[in-house]
């Protein structure tokens, strides 16, 4: 028996923390990797190792008294008197790595054999390092700082000190979050194609920088260049349209950048922009990146900023199309990281309309091509006749339905895709069987348009998880036919956003602790606004609350509108003056007046759609 093992052995069963961390393999001597398998499971049930007279009963219930005699165990239990001649400190310090290195042996011998057992291609080779990766860096990590908790009856475990907030720059967020981001949260931004949810995060990330937090921006869609230049358009107040040639002249940039530091009322933080290509980080790599940045620069991180969630890699399942699990997978690993890691990490998340990339357009010189053979600038043809196609969105791993009329006609697309009904525009998960829709009517009127009739729905089925097109036309009414039926584009515009509009992005509700709706429109970008409304809340009250935000676009700078009002949303949909809903909003506005902020109003929305 090798003595030093017994020692170990005995040592361990004492102490749960190295107890929880420690595997029968990790011993060499097969008689303790039998004895310590049988010893671990009445230690961790009874908090104590067991006796020698209680051993020796084990190992007869379990049927080894042959295989384990009494000498055995009582030589075992000599080698505990021992224990008492070692110095306290120095088993501390010896069994902790012990328990790591023969951890790291296993892992070892465990990836090797993966490696050895699977068939290895092309194909698969970047998914087959990921899991190696995974097994090496994960089943490594053992901790011994064990953490018990809290006692519930301790007054000291309800004070909040570990959640203290750093401002936004945002007043309205900071109200939407109690004071700013804190360590450990993960918090998402929510907007359609081309909504600007580059242009919040990167403005997120120049206010983080200037209230003097360590910050990091990790990008997937913009490339590195791109990025410094609109937050450094922003934050040395040179136009964006200028930028390009202001930077080529080293020294003129070097001096605007010493200025921006010794002007700022407080020290700027540290600020790191990190380029990743679509879809190739997982939560593994942001993970190993950010702590190998972290040592190399000699600070630890604040504040990262990912933009964005959906084009990022699932380790877990690289090869799903299941989009759902995907999102809830990647916000999951993303927000153990935050809480390992103590940063707070904020992204941004796509909600899409899309239809089936195989959908019937009428192009103007071409006649009827599937809309997935479209080129932008292509004229399409629309209810008021031929519009111009000025964007084109291919989305992945969509859920579909397929949406079939009384008088044949079908269509396939999300169930946030949008079509004219009556006098309204809505959503298909807000239609149902017998609902009417618009399909297109081969005569033409006296304009030389095409008439439009009503069509009734008969069926709306689950269909598939498939790749769809989303397209944006330069139209007022942004209508178009596909496969006949009139069909809203996609992009930007809208006036609201609500929960239902996350699609497959859903399982961010179950994970986030802030979720924001970036609102804009047409209309909105007309006037240079968005709107930022509080989707989904852990922590405030101020969920369906929205603000006014400006955009200056010389500068790529979002400025919250402080003169308006913070908008009630529950209060304009019910239209209730009384009850629950005006307690909600006195409470509000007792919150923002004591924060010396803008008036909530309930009433102001209805300017927008008149």
């Known amino acids: 028996m090798n003595y030093q093992e017994a020692i170990f052995y005995h040592y361990i069963l004492d102490n749960q923390i190295f107890l929880n961390n420690t595997k029968a393999e990790f011993f060499s001597n097969p008689t303790l990797k039998d004895i310590f398998l049988i010893s671990k499971e009445f230690a961790v049930k009874y908090k104590s190792a067991p006796q020698k007279e209680q051993l020796n009963e084990l190992i007869r219930v379990k049927g080894l008294s042959e295989k384990y005699n009494e000498d055995i165990i009582s030589a075992l239990y000599n080698s505990k008197e021992q224990l008492k001649e070692y110095d306290a400190e120095w088993l501390e310090k010896n069994v902790g790595p012990w328990i790591q290195m023969r951890n790291l042996d296993n892992v070892m011998r465990k990836s090797i054999a ?10 698969n080779a970047s ?6 990766r995974h097994m090496l860096y994960n089943e490594t990590a053992i901790d011994f700082n064990f953490n018990l908790g809290c ?11 570990r959640l203290s907030r750093t401002s936004t720059g945002y007043s309205f967020i900071d109200l939407c979050l109690k004071g700013g981001w804190w360590k450990g949260s993960l918090i998402v ?3 359609y194609p081309k909504s600007g949810k580059s242009m919040w995060l990167s403005n997120l990330a120049a206010k983080s920088v200037y209230n003097g937090y360590n910050t990091a921006y990790i990008t997937l869609e913009l490339q590195e260049e791109i990025v410094n230049m609109r937050i450094g358009s922003n934050m040395l107040n040179v136009p964006l349209d200028d930028y390009e040639e202001f930077v080529k002249d080293k020294d003129k940039l070097k001096t605007k950048l010493n200025g921006l530091k010794q002007q700022s009322l407080k020290q700027l933080g540290n600020f790191h922009v990190k380029e990743f290509p679509s879809s190739t980080m997982s939560t593994n790599d942001l993970r190993n990146y950010l702590v190998k940045a972290q040592e190399i620069l000699g600070f630890k991180f604040d504040n990262i900023f990912i933009d964005y969630i959906n084009i990022m890699k699932n380790w877990r399942n690289p090869n799903s199309e299941n989009l759902y699990m995907k999102i809830k997978q990647i916000s999951e690993d993303l927000r153990a990281i935050a809480q390992e890691q103590q940063w707070s990490l904020i992204t ?3 909600t899409n309309r899309c239809i089936s990339p195989d959908s019937i357009v009428y192009h103007r010189e071409k006649g009827n091509i599937e809309i997935k053979k479209l080129l932008i600038g292509d004229y399409i043809l629309g209810n008021k006749g031929f519009v111009k ?14 949406v079939k009329t009384k008088l044949g006609k079908e269509i396939i697309c999300s169930k946030n895709h949008i079509f004219p009904t009556g006098t309204e525009l809505k959503k298909l998960s807000n239609l149902s069987l017998n ?5 297109k009517d081969d005569k033409k009127n006296k304009s030389n348009y095409f008439n439009v009739i009503e069509d009734e729905i008969i069926s709306i089925e689950e269909y598939d998880v498939m790749d769809t097109i989303d397209i944006e036309i330069d139209s007022k009414n942004r209508l178009f036919f596909a496969n006949d039926i009139l069909t809203h584009n996609s992009g930007w515009d809208t006036n609201d956003l609500v929960i239902s509009n996350i699609s497959e992005s859903a399982a961010l509700l179950h994970t986030v602790d802030g979720l924001f709706a970036i609102i804009t429109s047409p209309e909105m970008k007309a006037r240079n606004e968005y709107y930022l409304k509080y989707l989904a809340d852990r922590v405030s009250g101020m969920e369906n609350t929205r603000k006014r935000f400006d955009f200056l676009s010389e500068y790529a700078r979002i400025e919250e509108d402080m003169s308006a009002k913070i908008e009630d949303m529950d209060f304009i949909a019910s239209s209730i003056t009384g009850g629950v809903k005006e307690k909600r909003i006195e409470k509000l506005h007792t919150q923002i007046s004591n924060n010396n902020d803008a008036k909530i109003t309930g009433r102001d929305l209805f300017s927008l759609n008149s």
Do not use: C, R, W
């Not at 998914?127 to 190696?132: A, F, G, P, R, Y």
């Not at 609902?435 to 399909?439: D, E, H, L, M, R």
């Open 151 to 161: 006692d519930f009856f301790d007054p000291e475990s309800h004070q909040q000190e």
């Open 348 to 350: 941004a998340t796509q």
């Open 114 to 123: 993966f490696m050895k057992t699977t068939t290895i291609s092309a194909e």
């Open 435 to 439: 609902s009417k829709i618009y399909i």
């Open 389 to 402: 196609v000025i964007n084109i969105y291919n989305n992945k791993n969509t859920k579909t339905y397929k």
């Open 127 to 132: 998914d087959i390092v990921e899991k190696v």
């Open 189 to 191: 931004f929510l907007g």
